[in-house]
Structure formats: C-alpha cells, structure tokens
C-alpha cells in the first residue's frame, strides 16, 4: 500500500485545501550545484514562472527550451495558526520527472515519477502563523530505469540533451496544480468501490482506510442532495434502490460523503461524486452496465501552447466541447496519466477513458514507430537495468490505479505502449505488470496495452496478457503511403486476417491510426500530408475496421497537433491531429463527424 493518501485535496468540514498555484520563482542548475550553493534555503535571481506549466516554451533561448538537468522552484506559503494540531501536506499533482522538496531548508521528501500526485509531509516542519519556503528541485533527465524511457546524452560543448525514445517533446517543471492541506490527525486515507446492478437496483461495496480505528459512516447523495443510502462500518454496501447509471454523454453522479465519527463528532470527511456503473469484458464485446459500446475517439496528449503540458483549464473545456461535437465517446491518456480534473470532467460529460501509465519508449531507437515498420528486433527487457525498470513501472502502476479507480470514467487500464514484444525476456515482465494491475483493481476492470506495429501474430509474445488487443497501425503512412495506399489495404486486411484466423474471442480496438496532415495543405489529387490524402486514408481504414466484426473501437491518433522534439520526420511536431493544435478542425474532422454520428448506438453489438 502507498505510503500516501492519494485522495484529491478539497475542502470539507475537517479539512482544508488552498491552491499553491500562480507565479513561482524559478531557476534552472545547468551545473548541477544547487545542494552545494545552499538553494534549498532559497534559489538565486528574480525569475518567476507560472505553475501549473511546462518551463520550456515560455523563454526565448533555445538553451532553456531544450535544457536537461535540474530546475528549481520556490515559494512562500503562509500555514494558518488554527491548523496546528493538524497533518499538513503540500500535494503536487505532479513533477515531472522527479522531485526534491525542501521546506525551510529541510529536505522533506522526493518522488520520481512525472505523472503522478505525491505529498509532502510537512507537519513537523513548519512554523504556524508564518510564512514557510518551499522550494523544489525537479529534474526531466529522461533513463532507461524509469518512465517514460530515453537518455540524456552530452554534447561536445558540454551541455546535456534529452534523447526520448517517445515521440512527444520531453516537457516538464510543475506541470499540474500544487495544494497545501490540512487534514485530521485520524483521517480518510483511501476507498475502493464495486458495483453490482441486479433489476433496477445496485449495490455499491465499499472498503475504506482511515488511519485510526474511530467508526466510519457513509452516506449516498443523489443529484438534488437527497440521501439514497447510507452504510456503517469500513467495509460494508450501499444499496441503491432505482439506482440511476452512469451512461455514455448520460453521466449521472451521485455524491458520495465518507465520514469518521468519535459518538456524533465528525473527525473527518471526506465527499467525492461516483457513478454507478459496470465494466466487463465478454467475447469480443466491451460491456458497460451490460450493454456493448463501440469506443469512437482518440489517443490525446496534454499538450497546448505556450504552457506545453502544463494542466490547461480553457483547452481542457474546448478539447471536451470538441470531443462531443464530432460524436467521439472515448479517449486514451497517451502517454501518461492525465492530469486528475480531466478525469473529473470525463466523468461529469460520460466519456469513456483508457487509462494508461507512462511505460512509453520501450524500445530501443528514438523513433520505435520507424524502426518497428523496418521489423527490427531488439531485446528491451534483457538490459542489466530492467529490474529497476520494472519496479518503477510496478510504483506508477500502483498510484495510477490509487488514484484514478473510482472515476467512473476509466473503464480500462493501458500497461504499456509499443513495448518491443518479440522477444521472450518480455513476457516474465508483462506478467509482472498485467498481475499487478488485477491484483490491485477492485473493479477488475479490462487491462490492455498497445501493440507497435511488429507486434504481429507469430512475432509477438504478449498479446495473450491483454483483456482488450489495441492495435497502434499505420498502414496507408509508415507503410506504403500515398499512390500505394491500395497495397497498405491489402496488407493491413492480411494482418487483420491472421489476427482473425487466431480466434482469440476478445474486442480488438485500434488506439492508433492516423496520417500527418498540414492544417493549410490542400493538394487535388492528394498527396502524403494534404488535407485529401487524410481523408483517402480514412475511407481507406474506415473500411477495414467495418470489415471484422472483433474490432470493437477506433481511436484514432491524435486528436490534435502536438509539440515532439525536433526531427526530419516532425513539421515543428507531429500533425496527425485531427485537430490543429490551436484545436481548429482539419477538413478530416467533418469525415469522422458524419460517421461517428451515424454509426448505429450498439453498432457490432
Ligand atoms: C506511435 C506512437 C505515438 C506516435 C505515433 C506517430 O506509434 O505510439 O507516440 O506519436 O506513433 O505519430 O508516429
């Protein structure tokens, strides 16, 4: 079990939650001298940048936007005098992709990791009444014994450079929101929630962990604040009667309250929304509440202007307003767990999230895309440093689920992407890793991870660990591309048929599959990179996906334009957005529009 509460910091009854965002001072330590110079005490200069954000695209030298190495932080923060006999932490979000947190001079803690919330016990080292100097040093060098995986090379001139084996730019910093809390010294440290549904009733299991051992009490509150159940005791069930689900685009929340009480004193509370719903995988359908569900949509990434992969409030609502008008129901958080308020806003809009963790860069080669089309072996998971790797991997794995198991909106959990799979040193790993994510989920819900290109049946050794097999393919772009798209089909339907021909009886869904497309680029007759060959890619793929009736989604890369390191292969990022990054539609989007609009509700079902 964690050693940390995972919960989302609010403000209730017993605790209390203030926002760390806005500007802080900031820094980079090209020399890597901070401890030595003393800057847990306090960093040097008068910088000052947002947070939440990525560092790099504010600056206008090159040198800051492609740094690796350590960037520091700090702020003052003022700690109420009424909070005193309280734990106190400061909760990041996330740090991307490790942190040390100082506060007062004192080293706190540290965490690795960039995509994933981590506290900062800070009870014993703060003064009440004051204000108090936080300050962070948050390093983005990218290794093979962590996620997601690269290297960090030295250039000639001396200065180091961040070689990502993914293809998104390597942003970093405080990229998501910092809270300070206080909460109880007995207090709510976790719940985990099962659904059963029989007629028009359900029945929600509950277990919960506080850290002491007073009684606890739930209570279940619809949407006008009627209480609909209440439960006693730290394991026990809420039972619904005319239990409203949690639908696609129909996302009904109930409010669930959690309390620890001493007689009728409250110790602790804590309120979360819940929806009740069902996830299972059956033959080759993906059922929610029962009922098959066709996933239309993306691969995303957090990814905006100017505050790169910092947490972005207003594309967050323009990216969901979009999702919704081209009749997408369905999302995976390529390549890394998102940022928690989108999980939040998922669940509030009934959309369906693929969940995935941050195991990206699994093969060997700065563009594993590439090199998987050329059928390239190597042998990722035979390295010296593996067993780091995987206990990494295994920790995100366990906050990931920590953290996002009761949005009703994550329905299933993706391992890896495009790990090299051919080779057997692989499979003791996914074994590792598929076990854990069972182990740990109450919910059981369906585990998957996405298959690169030469992870064919015959060549791929790893299938077999997937509840759902998400295929990332790019025939018609990597593979004969342009005039030859005729042959990518015939390839493309000759995979399909060997996957067929296995009988695997589970769903098949496409995670990617996707061209690049220059948002101003218009070519008749088309060519690679106009706006028409996206749309013959399209109806091309389109066609496959119509012809198998295991395929039971799309998602297609990527909903919009995204930022990647610069390269002969990358236009100033990769363009296979269906959108732009400004989020403007490419003419592809009115394709996918109409037929994700018609496409019949149960469709393969
Ligand atoms: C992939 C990767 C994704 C890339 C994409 C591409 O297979 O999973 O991160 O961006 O291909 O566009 O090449």
């Known amino acids: 079990?964690?050693?940390?509460?995972?919960?989302?910091?609010?403000?209730?009854?017993?605790?209390?939650?203030?926002?760390?965002?806005?500007?802080?001072?900031?820094?980079?330590?090209?020399?890597?001298?901070?401890?030595q110079e003393g800057w847990n005490d306090g960093i040097p200069g008068n910088d000052r940048i947002p947070v939440p954000a990525s560092f790099q695209d504010f600056y206008t030298e090159k040198d800051i936007r492609e740094f690796a190495g350590d960037v520091w932080y700090e702020k003052d923060m003022f700690v109420p005098g009424e909070w005193e006999r309280k734990k106190i932490f400061i909760r990041f979000g996330a740090a991307t992709h490790r942190?040390?947190?100082?506060?007062?001079?004192r080293r706190i803690t540290e965490h690795e990791g960039g995509f994933l919330p981590f506290l900062a016990d800070v009870t014993d080292a703060v003064r009440y009444n004051a204000y108090n100097k936080v300050v962070v040093k948050v390093n983005n060098e990218l290794t093979v014994t962590n996620i997601p995986c690269g290297e960090t090379h030295i250039l000639p001139d001396g200065k180091k450079m961040n070689r990502p084996y993914f293809d998104f730019f390597n942003y970093a910093g405080l990229q998501r929101s910092v809270h300070l809390v206080a909460v109880p010294r007995e207090y709510i440290f976790d719940f985990d929630l099962q659904y059963a549904l029989s007629g028009k009733n359900a029945s929600v299991h509950y277990a919960v962990k506080t850290t002491g051992e007073h009684a606890v009490e739930l209570s279940l509150l619809d949407q006008t604040g009627k209480e609909v159940a209440t439960a006693k005791g730290k394991n026990g069930t809420l039972e619904v009667e005319n239990a409203r689900l949690w639908r696609v685009h129909d996302a009904y929340l109930y409010r669930l309250v959690v309390r620890i009480l001493d007689g009728d004193a409250i110790i602790d509370e804590y309120e979360q929304n819940i929806g009740i719903r069902t996830v299972e995988v059956k033959g080759t359908s993906i059922l929610l509440n029962g009922e098959s569900v066709y996933l239309k949509g993306f691969g995303k990434h957090e990814d905006s202007d100017i505050a790169g992969r910092g947490f972005n409030i207003c594309m967050m609502k323009r990216d969901f307003e979009l999702m919704k008008w081209i009749g997408a129901n369905s999302f995976r958080t390529a390549h890394y767990p998102y940022s928690e308020e989108i999980y939040e806003m998922a669940d509030q809009e009934g959309f369906l999230v693929i969940d995935e963790v941050a195991a990206v860069g699994m093969f060997e080669s700065l563009m594993n895309f590439m090199e998987a089309s050329t059928g390239k072996k190597t042998a990722f998971f035979e390295k010296e440093t593996t067993p780091i790797l995987l206990k990494a991997h295994k920790r995100a794995i366990e906050e990931l689920i920590t953290r996002d198991k009761n949005h009703p909106c994550v329905i299933a959990w993706s391992l890896l992407n495009e790990p090299e799979t051919t080779n057997e040193a692989a499979v003791p790993y996914f074994k590792e890793v598929f076990e854990l994510a069972h182990a740990l989920d109450v919910q059981k819900r369906p585990r998957t991870f996405a298959l690169i290109m030469n992870s064919v049946p015959g060549a791929c050794k790893c299938y077999s660990f997937s509840d759902i097999i998400a295929l990332n393919r790019y025939y018609g772009w990597y593979v004969k591309g342009g005039y030859e798209i005729s042959e990518a089909e015939v390839l493309f339907r000759k995979e399909m048929d060997e996957w067929k021909a296995l009988n695997l009886n589970k769903?098949?869904?496409?995670?990617?599959?996707?061209?690049?497309?220059?948002?101003?680029?218009?070519?008749?007759?088309?060519?690679?990179?106009?706006?028409?060959?996206?749309?013959?890619?399209l109806n091309m793929t389109n066609a496959v996906f119509d012809s198998y009736d295991f395929i039971r989604g799309e998602q297609i890369w990527n909903f919009a334009d995204f930022q990647t390191t610069e390269g002969?292969?990358?236009?100033?990022?990769?363009?296979?957005?269906?959108?732009?990054r400004q989020r403007q539609p490419k003419d592809a989007a009115y394709l996918l529009r109409k037929r994700w609009k018609e496409l019949p509700p149960y469709y393969k079902a």
Not at 99 to 105: M, S, W
Not at 570 to 577: A, D, L, P
């Open 1 to 35: 079990m964690l050693e940390y509460s995972m919960l989302y910091p609010r403000t209730t009854l017993s605790r209390r939650s203030i926002s760390m965002d806005g500007m802080w001072k900031f820094c980079t330590d090209a020399k890597s001298a901070g401890e």
């Open 99 to 105: 942190a040390v947190v100082y506060v007062n001079g």
């Open 507 to 537: 769903p098949f869904l496409f995670t990617e599959y996707g061209a690049d497309t220059l948002g101003m680029e218009h070519k008749l007759p088309s060519v690679m990179w106009s706006q028409e060959y996206q749309e013959e890619y």
């Open 568 to 580: 002969i292969l990358r236009v100033n990022g990769n363009k296979k957005g269906i959108f732009t």
